[in-house]
């Protein structure tokens, strides 16, 4: 592990007379995938607000490069749980956004957007619309747009949560061919554990609402890894440990949602 | 659905539409030269005609039809932009847009040509009354137009924005507007009809310029040819504004309409 990028200091959150998040100490090195998994409800977009600047904390703090992180930076890059790509764009001018917002000269932009479209395999599509893509390659655009700023940490919220289960397992393979390819540190929310196993170097297992960090699951599968590593004995020992992790905290939160309901 | 199939279909579609209109022209020459009053009914074929003749003179041009397009033209833009930004007061404080949703709503249902002897009072005879009269016509259908599509923007989108680092009216700009715009566009064409209305509605009154009092005036004075002549110019200018407007929204917004 190299030096640490990205550390969460005692980060928690109330909303109003409801704690969130209860205390979350967190180490991220660069060029790491650091999945954070955990049950429903239980406060993994809040984090991931807070992660990406988009929200402060009321306990602690974030700091990337021993700099406090109290609002959204180019350093950090998000991708977002819901379709987010601007329907009135074309794929290129979509990866082109931030390009366009950090005020990128128009030439730079348009090699780098050419660039990031071919790395995520969009290239034949520059002129092509939202409206006439697929789910996962609109989730690819939202990618491409993210890191053609090339953040240092890319944040991203259960990205691939609104697509069918074998397009998310071809966009995970293709989404760690990415990372690979740009060196990016992912700090990925999700709740799905095959998702966490198959992408992450160290999975965060937090626990149910207030989330606290329930336990660290360094992964042992070797990179690079795609969707083939799914049938493997050891892919099945790393979901079985997740699971044995978060099985009694899932079942909190469960009880506390059929208790509130 | 092959784009053969969609570009065929769409054919078939204008062919229909020229069709009612070549029928309702046809229905009405004839009915103008057998069995309606001649005094009072003029043939389609002599309206077009002297329509032609009166755009050939130079001072119907620069008289009647010039301040007509230029006080339209003057009043889209004021209404589109008062509308726009009162777009975004609506969308962003509910309520105001509670507020005052009943009386945008009743300048449509009231004879908003009523206003313009308050506006010479206020702004003397000339141009600027008939423009205030129109803009108030146009301000209504840009205003609800913009904050129902502020209102449909996903908020994710703006939450791409401030990851960005943008700032709000940065996030209006970039984001809200943008997403907004089919709507604010169906708006400013809404307003583009009413204003057109308006104006040669008000120049019928007091005015001593402009279509609208062009057909006053030779109505007055029997001259009916005239008349149906300027009528004619009337209706084509508005026809044409609305196809033109109706083609750039098409274009605009070629790709990115399925949403």
Known sequence: MTGVLMEVAAVGHRYGDVQALGHIDLEVAEGEFVAICGPSGCGKTTLLEILSGLKSPTDGEVRLDGRRVDHPQPEIGVVFQEESTFPWRTVARNAAFGLEVLGVPRRERSARVAEVLRTVGLADFADAYPAQLSGGMRQRVAIARTLVTRPRVVVMDEPFSALDEQTRLLLGGELLRIVGETGATVLLVTHSIQEAALLADRIIVLGARPARVRDVIENPLPKPRDAGVLTTEAFAEVTRRVWSCLEDEAQRAYDAGAVAA | ?259
């Open chain 2, 1 to 259: 659905m092959t784009s053969a199939v969609l570009r065929s279909r769409s054919h078939r579609v204008h062919g229909a539409r020229l069709l009612v209109v070549a029928v309702l022209a046809g229905t009405y020459e004839l009915l103008a030269r057998t069995v309606l009053d001649p005094l009072t009914f003029v043939p389609l074929s002599t309206a077009v005609e002297r329509a032609a003749r009166l755009l050939g003179e130079g001072s119907y041009r620069a008289d009647e039809v010039l301040p007509t397009i230029e006080q339209a033209v003057a009043a889209v833009a004021a209404g589109s932009v008062l509308g726009g930004l009162l777009g975004v007061v609506l969308w962003r404080w509910q309520v105001v847009d509670r507020a005052l949703q009943p009386w945008l709503l009743l300048v449509y249902a009231v004879p908003i040509f009523a206003l313009y002897p308050v506006f010479i009072a206020l702004l003397n005879p000339g141009s600027l009354p008939v423009i205030a009269v129109a803009t108030v016509g146009a301000v209504p259908a840009v205003a609800v137009n913009t904050a129902i599509g502020l209102g449909r923007t996903r908020p994710v989108l703006g939450q791409v924005g401030r990851s960005f680092g943008l700032g709000g009216a940065q996030i209006v700009l970039r984001v809200y507007l943008p997403s907004a715009w089919p709507y604010v566009f169906s708006g400013v064409k809404l307003a583009a009809s009413y204003a057109i209305v308006v104006v040669i509605g008000t120049q019928f009154i007091l005015s001593t310029h402009g279509l609208g009092h062009h057909i006053a005036e030779t109505y007055n004075n029997f001259d009916l040819e005239a008349m149906y002549g300027s009528v004619t110019v009337a209706l084509a200018l508005a026809t044409f504004v609305v196809v033109a407007l109706g083609a750039l929204e098409r274009r605009l917004h070629h790709g990115a309409v399925a949403r």
